[in-house]
């Protein structure tokens, strides 16, 4: 199954195929013709796919060389970031050759960031490898990486040139990780989808996980193609995002995983605006529901107003004086509700 994507300045493809990774040597190999690959991964990654990949490049005759770094979301760093300048430098990149990511979320955002700034921007290959990353951050070109003051505040637009997802990968995924892409799944269908969330609920996802990633980049396809940079539409998919991110850096990106924490975040808004009579009645004990399903419901999450605020307030998606909230009318319906920072929603319940 095959999927475009137009950005402004540059339209690419997305391959979704069960076995894409042995053959991506090549596709790859039609992209890159004779020039180099620099594939980054992460040591877990690599421990399980990495030879996979390597067979099917050398087989492709592709020129190219792997860059391990440690798995984690601590590895999205300008620390690991100038580590990758350093070393493509050193190992004389120049601007016609192409950088590939091969990992999940975290090693895409962080190589997409690299690739955008290195030579004033390199062309780069998304192969995700988590389903966080395949159904979301591998597509619409947001790359970044984090500061010591919170998730994404440094980063670019910056399409990839090519996306190829495999499915078969995520069978060697540890089944916390397949609950937090699971959390990213559910939201498509929350906002924008009632057939999917209603699919998801009434049977198992990993049944028929090769159509439900499709459906799921075809969402954000249609999204991203309309506002590229975030400025309308887009905004939509940051559905649980607002408190889910304070919940990672209230908790130092340790206790909850990113899928975790948007669920709790999406739980949140959704349990508030039910009270205020903004969203249909019901909606919040399905969310519930299907949370407990897939294992992403938690009771244990604690978080002062004081000092959830302090994090809220510092959040990339507060402007000056207001905050926009996304939130759900009705499964599969959702809309921006733009609030003054004193009319926070969030502890209002």
Not at 6 to 26: C, H, M, P, S, V
Not at 50 to 56: D, M, Q, R, V
Not at 101 to 125: C, E, N, P, Q, Y
Not at 291 to 313: A, N, P, R
Request: glycine fraction near 8%; aromatic fraction near 10%.
């Amino acid at each position: 199954m095959k999927l475009n994507v137009d950005a402004k300045n540059l339209t690419y493809e997305i391959l979704i195929e069960k076995g894409a990774l042995k053959t991506a040597g090549e596709r790859i190999k039609k992209i890159v013709s004779d020039h180099k690959l620099f594939v980054i991964t992460d040591d877990n990654v690599n421990k399980y796919h990495g030879e996979t990949l390597e067979k099917s490049l050398k087989e492709a005759k592709v020129d190219f060389e792997i860059i391990v770094l440690n798995h984690g979301e601590k590895t999205k760093s300008l620390d690991s970031a100038k580590y990758l300048y350093d070393y493509l430098i050193q190992n004389n990149i120049s601007r016609k050759d192409y950088i590939a990511a091969f990992g999940g979320g975290v090693i895409g955002d962080l190589t997409g960031f690299v690739a955008s700034t290195i030579l004033r921007g390199v062309k780069f290959i998304q192969i995700p490898t988590t389903l966080l990353s395949q159904v979301d951050s591998s597509v619409g070109g947001k790359v970044a990486i984090n500061l010591d003051g919170g998730k994404n505040l440094v980063g670019s637009f910056y399409p990839p040139c090519d996306v190829i997802i495999d499915p078969l990968i995520l069978e060697t995924l540890p089944k916390e990780e397949f609950a937090c892409g699971m959390a990213e799944v559910i939201k498509y269908g929350a906002i924008y989808d009632e057939s999917l969330f209603n699919k998801l609920l009434e049977s198992d996802a990993k049944e028929n996980i090769e159509e439900i990633i499709y459906r799921c980049v075809d969402i954000k396809r249609e999204v991203v193609s309309e506002d590229e940079f975030d400025l309308g539409v887009r905004m939509i998919l940051n559905f649980g995002h607002t408190f889910g991110h304070v919940v990672e850096s209230y908790y130092n990106l340790e206790k909850y995983n990113h899928g975790q924490a948007i669920a709790v975040g999406m739980e949140r808004i959704t349990y508030a605006t039910e009270k205020m009579g903004l969203t249909e009645e019901g909606t919040y004990n399905k969310l519930v529901e299907i949370f407990k399903k897939y294992d992403l419901h938690f009771e244990d999450v604690s978080i002062s107003k004081e000092d959830g605020e302090k994090i809220l307030f510092h959040d990339k998606k507060s402007e000056t004086s207001s905050i926009n909230y996304v939130i759900i009318s009705k499964i599969g319906k959702c809309e921006i509700l733009k609030l003054k920072k004193e009319e926070n929603l969030l502890w209002k319940y």
